[in-house]
């Protein structure tokens, strides 16, 4: 049973230090990223096999695969557990101003009030793993780290059209950490900040879709909604100082021009139908207002670029850019439309096999093919529109010994290994792994811990 | 929930659960779910009013249902109408055809059950062999009767009940 299997069904083995410090804020994301918060009620099914009857089984949850049931701290009562060597994970806070030079390869937990993009927006799949071992979510700053933040600090004042960065590497080069790193970062320095943690689920049609006249796209109404509230609830100090540019009249209630931008959100979050519609009005406010800069944050990057899984009535495919959020995350990312301070930072993921970047975004940000390039193949004039313009941030493949030293004393530090705190250990899986952060951790480290 | 008499587990996805229609496989399943707007990963417990009443809409009589909507989708360059103006009523642009409407032609339930049971009965009446191996209840399709007819003498009839 594979390590992610039982982590989401709430079944391992705490590692005692966490249990000491106070839980980790990060519960367990639901599988729908916009599903409502109270899961339905299951009904009853009234049929019963024989087979299990004799069976004495004792009862057991849904997904319980029987394995890793936690124990309450207070039913650790044996003296092996009263032990002062339990510590609790250190770690200096993840602030802008501890960023310089020299924090480069030191680990830095996110601060447990402030890291609202943690809690409101959700984490990519491999991030939200690895938080659920660890006592704190925390990350290591890279010298890579340093780099794009300078590069941040100088978008700042700048249109987004000479700012819109994609991080690529190879699978496990920590894109995601990265990403997550600069989120939090902007939210601390007074950006307006929107972060989709993993825009597969926008184009992999998990998630309702209706048709919208007007603009002649499918909008995703219970997805938006969700959005609008997260934004929301991440920017709400910054947004009461926001007003509105432009009047929005929407069916049965109008939001005039020099209204609070916290009200013309609400009517999206409230009402479901006019979402989408409030989603593409907000973008297009924020894009005009100059006080605060704005981030547009997106991980798994290529899907808006894939066509969808969506279907229109007749059964013929839908393309991302027919879909309102990724039409207008697209038009951000190409350079249509502007935010007048801000950047766009969008994070390729190599995870997924049906989501792989296409030939027209690997071209645009000259990356070495995946399959052929002859002259031959089609490039969509689309997709090609809408690639143009960005700018390759690579992020590099191999840790340096520094930061992977990082990565390892945090990890034993929070008691989640069953290995001893030595050199030996530590390079050989630092080689095993080739430097690589995300082999480093899963394959190098958690593989000690025999599942 | 109860959809035209058909019981369809809450807890299901709705393009498999349609498929407990007679007639309805996984394929014309997804493609009911399209021409109504439900998402792939949609269950029973989360379609709405409107979609619930689409669906029966259809599946009551496939061929007398509403036709599916023309949704034009817009092109990159595409500038829509500011909020205030009406919207325009979709219509297909010059030259571009209107796909063909194939999900009408379905049949389900006792409609295809009746089709089936006047294909066996007319083969029969014209005295064809298929009519003949129907009516003594033997393999109709050239299988061996040697060994192994088994289903077709439980099943081969020609009053055949489904």
Redesign the interface.
């Known amino acids: 049973m594979s390590l992610v299997t039982a982590l989401r069904s709430g079944r391992i083995a705490h590692a005692p230090a966490a249990t000491l410090a106070p839980a980790s804020a990060i519960t367990l994301q639901s599988r729908?990223y916009a599903a409502p918060a109270k899961p339905?009620q299951?009904?009853a099914?009234k049929f019963k096999s024989n087979k299990n009857k004799d069976k004495d089984k004792d009862k057991r949850g849904p997904r319980d695969s029987g394995a890793f049931r936690p124990m309450s701290v207070t039913n650790l009562t044996h003296p092996v557990f009263q032990s002062e060597q339990r510590t609790q994970l250190k770690l200096p806070v993840f602030r802008p101003e501890a960023i310089t030079a020299t924090a480069a390869t030191k680990a830095m937990a996110f601060p447990h009030e402030e890291s609202r993009a943690l809690k409101a927006y959700g984490l990519p799949r491999n991030i939200l793993v690895d938080y659920l071992l660890l006592a704190k979510p925390c990350s290591v700053v890279r010298q890579v780290t340093v780099d794009m933040l300078d590069q941040l600090d100088g978008a700042a004042a700048s249109s987004s059209k000479d700012n819109r960065i994609v991080l690529t590497g190879k699978a496990g080069s920590g894109k995601s950490y990265l990403m997550l790193q600069a989120v939090q970062y902007c939210i601390q320095k007074q950006w307006l900040t929107l972060y989709i943690p993993r825009a597969i689920s926008l184009v992999?049609?998990?998630?309702?879709?209706?048709?919208d006249?007007?603009?002649?796209?499918y909008g995703q109404p219970a997805f938006a909604q969700q959005l609008l509230k997260r934004f929301a609830d991440v920017n709400a100090a910054l947004l009461q100082s926001l007003t509105v540019q432009n009047s929005?009249?929407?069916e049965d209630r109008t939001v005039p021009t020099g209204a609070p931008l916290a009200d013309l959100i609400n009517v999206g979050a409230e009402f479901q139908n006019y979402a989408p519609?409030v989603l593409n009005a907000m973008l297009d406010e924020l894009a005009l207002q100059t006080k605060y800069p704005v981030l547009l944050a997106v991980d798994d990057f290529q899907a808006l670029y894939c066509t969808s899984?969506?279907?229109?009535?007749?059964?013929?495919s839908?393309?991302s850019?027919?879909l309102m959020l990724p039409r207008a995350l697209l038009e951000f990312a190409s350079g249509k439309k502007t935010l007048a301070r801000g950047a766009f930072l969008g994070a390729l993921s190599m995870q997924d096999t049906k989501y792989r970047p296409p030939l027209e975004l690997i071209e645009a940000l000259g990356l070495e093919p995946l399959g052929p390039s002859n002259p031959y193949v089609p490039r969509l004039p689309?997709l090609v529109?809408?690639a143009k313009g960005l700018k390759n941030f690579p992020v590099p493949e191999q840790l340096t010994v520094d930061e992977a030293a990082s990565i390892y004393d945090v990890w034993q530090q929070s008691k989640a290994l069953h290995i001893p705190l030595a050199d030996e250990m530590f390079l050989a899986k630092y080689t095993e792994a080739n430097g690589n952060a995300g082999r480093f951790v899963k394959h190098g480290l958690l593989e000690t811990v025999a599942m | 929930m109860q959809l035209l008499g058909i019981r369809l587990?809450?807890?299901h996805f709705v393009k498999h659960a349609l498929t407990q229609f007679y007639g309805i496989g996984n394929k014309t399943a997804?493609?009911l779910?399209?021409?109504?707007?439900i998402?792939?990963?949609?269950r029973i417990?989360?379609l709405n009013q409107s979609q619930v009443t689409a669906l029966t809409a259809f599946l009551s009589s496939p061929a007398n249902s509403p036709p599916?909507?023309?949704?034009?989708?817009?092109?990159?360059n595409?500038v829509?109408?500011p909020?205030?103006q009406p919207?325009?009523?979709?219509a297909p642009r010059e030259g571009e055809p209107v796909?063909a409407?194939t999900l009408r032609e379905i049949k389900i339930e006792s409609d295809l059950r009746r089709q089936m049971r006047e294909n066996i009965a007319h083969q029969r009446n014209i005295g064809s062999y298929v009519g003949r191996r129907h009516a003594m209840h033997l393999p109709v399709r050239g299988q061996r009767t040697q060994s192994n007819a088994k289903t077709a003498r439980k099943l081969n009839r020609v009053e055949r009940y489904n």
């Open positions: 729908g339905a299951k009904t099914s992999n049609s998990s998630t309702a879709y209706a048709y006249a007007r603009t002649q796209t929005y009249p929407l519609t899984q969506y279907r229109d009535p007749f059964f013929r839908v393309k850019y027919h689309e529109e809408y | 587990p809450d807890n997804l493609r779910c399209a021409r109504v707007q998402h792939e990963r949609c417990r989360h599916a909507a023309f949704q034009p989708l817009a092109p990159p595409y829509p109408p909020l205030s919207v325009p009523a979709p796909p409407d």
